[in-house]
């Protein structure tokens, strides 16, 4: 496929393609799919099952089903056709390149995924007695090491299943030890307007005050405001490093020094970890506690909604307060399990538990693949190119898009660029929409919230200077349409199964209980 530097665009009359309307609703092999309740009915099965017989005494005593259950029944076909089409409307990082920025779409090794599924890994159950799981408790201990390698740091708690949950769980770690030294008064957490929105989510979750500091016209920490706000009062900071904007918190070892000196706490928000794996240690940074989105930065496919895993590297400071349970390896080679049982000697303060049992097995085994395929060159390599495509984005749109930042140096691992220069009635949204038609998932828009309408892109490492090039030549033909006020911009996606929604009302009022459709209703619609 090749895109028309020129700036193809769809011919259009307003909102409605010329195109004619299909009778069944399907686009060619882009099929319209009701819901599972509106194809399905109660008598249809796919499960062929022997009939009862008849004699044998019921055994659900008085719990038998009265009434029909309700769920709308499929023939084993239609089960597969109906979720393998749904499937097709998604957009998927094995479909194309996947700008998500602050998300770190990468494509995701399959040799990741052989490994992820050896029995001895995938069908192991967490309550085995750990002999009989030696294996698996070897890939979690040794992945906790080379977690602890990459990032200088003392100690890991494994068990976070996302960036958010090992956020969390480093804020417990902060309060315990502050509790543990008398002074559970420290309740203020300092949060940079720069840092990602669930930075300040945890922090009022775990019983903090939030308060923000500045950025600078740099778009960095402003070092000297977050200083003279240090005092008795403040247990830690939680800063974004790569930050939301794209950019290095360069000063981040004379924070650190700051709050330690008055006696907090550094967290370091680490999910953009891919931008300086291999490079930069944060424990050489100073900091106290970081989670790392392994489903980001050492591969796991991600999105709509899991799986995650967040483990959270802890300096020597907090490790003793960290979760159980852990791994330990003993000197004959033999991994342990370290729970309550047996934490009263090893462990006196750990502040409790996060998840069950020990953590997210599938991606640990992932991660611990990608690492050791890749090795220490192979990670560096990985910070180097995600970064320098990042900054071959960002200056290929030099002109077409406004890039706020971009006299701050070059970017990390994203490119952030703003509504600044759309023409009225033009806005971020449309660039999004846009986007959609030319087979593109959208970046991350109107975050993050220091610049206005911001678009972040962050392309990965694992895109070729070809797709890049796809990418920037379509980004450039929607932003060119925007200035000039190219009308059918304002009603795009046209070529996707649903056009622009009413994106206020469905916020407003969300419909999340599926109606039986009357037939007067389906006419209105
Ligand atoms: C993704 C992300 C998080 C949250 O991670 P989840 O796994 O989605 O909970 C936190 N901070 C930053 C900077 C992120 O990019």
Redesign the pocket.
Known sequence: MTINQSGWRPEMTGAQSQAPATSTGNKALMLEEPLIFEIGDETTTGVDLSAQTTGAASRLGGLARSAPIGLPGLSEPETVRHYTRLSRQNYAIDLGLFPLG???MKHNPRLNERMARLPGFADVHPLQPVDTVQGALGVINELAFWLMELTGMHGVAMSPK??????LCGILCIKAALEKRGEGQRKVILVPES?????PATAAFAGFTVENIPATTEGRVDTDALEARLGPDVAGVMI?NPN?CGLFERDMKRISDAVHAVGGYVYC?G??FNAIVGRVRPGDLGIDAM?I?L??TFSTP?GGGGP?S?PTVLSEALSPFGPLPFTARYQDGHIGLIEEETAGEDHPDSFGRMTAFHGQMGMFTRALTYILSHGADGLRQVAEDAVLNANYVLRSLEGTLDAPFAHSGPCMHEALFSDDGLPDGFSTLDIAKGLIDEGFHPMTVYFPLVVHGAMLVEPTETESKAALDQFIAALRSVAERAKAADASLKTAPHFAPRARLDETAAARKPVLVWKERTPTAQAAE
């Open positions: 602050s998300c770190t996302a960036g958010a949950h090992g956020e840092a990602h929105g669930t930075n974004t939301t928000d999910a953009n989670h989105n489903h980001k991600h995650g967040g």
